[in-house]
């Protein structure tokens, strides 16, 4: 085992190993450079500050439950710590509009949540869009890309509901997919690349 | 159902529909045989691997760059009083995982210095009689044991593998050592009625820091990969595996020496191999 200073310098994939072996310091390492995106992405999508908390430890928890499933060929440890972090605030966000529809029908209307999303998914969606730093690469793509990306990573929309809300083809739906990542990709790559060799 | 490769003699389909589903996948946005089958098709296909992890640093990027504030320092708290408690509630039950596990390779230790099938069908029943022991001793503890013990995966899991070795349906299979693991032995402990496996090897050479045993599941062709483990200074290992597909549908396994994190396909020498 090493101290948590020793980890002050290691790079994400040590840190990974180091969790592997159950040393905490790798772990409180890890946690001290991504808790605040994490937290940030969950607040950021579910404006609640009580579930973005929760979303946040259960993230850290499940890494250092599931440390070994990492797998370093597919793709870099941000990567994979982040979908963990977006999964889990999806399901967050979806148990949320079930619970919300069922209190829409009647079971409970006393209880409507103060915090209503609205009935509209893009609505709701565009609004955790505002104010985002990425707006900018955002607003490069045509607006029928963006409006996609909008619903199904901050809005939490699977290709079949964005299909199904926007009375569009799955099909459709799934190109303009295709060509919105496509496109983003070509304008964040220089950040990318500038992150991964300042360590991130 | 699976997706071929894309390969310079077969027409790149299999592929573009794979890609079709990588945003999808990388946004939480596929069920769970979905995810499985792009899973399965990354595996075994370098150029879509590629892309996907193209597609997931962006994704990342998007992540990482909505507004930022800084997480309460309660949660981090929580996380690690969260594992502290999951440390101390799971000693109990950790005691009782490495005695059965102590039965298990004194067995197939003895099993070692045996050949035939009166050995293997010995094994089998010396383990199932195990797995029962085992199995009633986790009941009788478990109505003390705090929820939390219950509700952990990595227990569940052991409970699970354990629990596999005295199911009606259970399978057990031997591995037989190659190369520099020609003296080891292994044994793959699987159920009809879980989606488990349970593997334990013995004598096999620990290994240098940065290296590890890689588990593959083979069907047909195809080499999947069922996760890594190392060994202690006597040789001993064990691991819980959760194959892409019901474990009877594989027709061998094998395992090999890889870096640490392991490999896509299998790169190293192999150590260990038999029939399913």
Known sequence: MVSAMDYENAD??????GICLRDRAALEALYTKYSGPVYSLAMHMLRDAGAAEEVAQDTFFNIWRRANSYKAPRGSVTSWLFSIAHNRTIDELRKRKRDYNRIRHGVDLSNRPTESRGDDPTEYAMAQFEGSRLKDALTTLRPEQREVVVLAYFGGLTHSEISKHLDQPLGTVKTRMRLAIKKLRDVLEPQIRESAEHGM | MSWNRRSESQPSTECDEASELFRSYLL???????????????????????????????????AHSVPQTTAPSRVKDRLFGRIESEAESSRPLDRLVESWSLYAEDVLRSLSAQSGKLGLAGLAIALILGGVWFYDRLNEISPEQPATVLEGDELSSRHEALLMSSSPGASVNMLRGTGPGESARGLLVASRTSDRALLLVVDLPPLPRGMVYQVWLIKGSLMHSAGWFTVDSTGYGQTVIIPVAPFWEFDAAGITIEPRGGSIDPTGVSVLSGEL
């Not at chain 2, 997931?56 to 990027?61: I, K």
């Open chain 1, 12 to 17: 994400d994939r040590q840190l990974i190993e």
């Open chain 2, 28 to 62: 939480g946005g596929l069920d769970e045989s979905q995810a499985v089958r792009v899973e399965t098709h990354v595996e075994s296909c370098a150029s879509c691997r590629l892309l996907l992890e193209g597609d997931g640093d962006t994704l990342a990027r998007l």
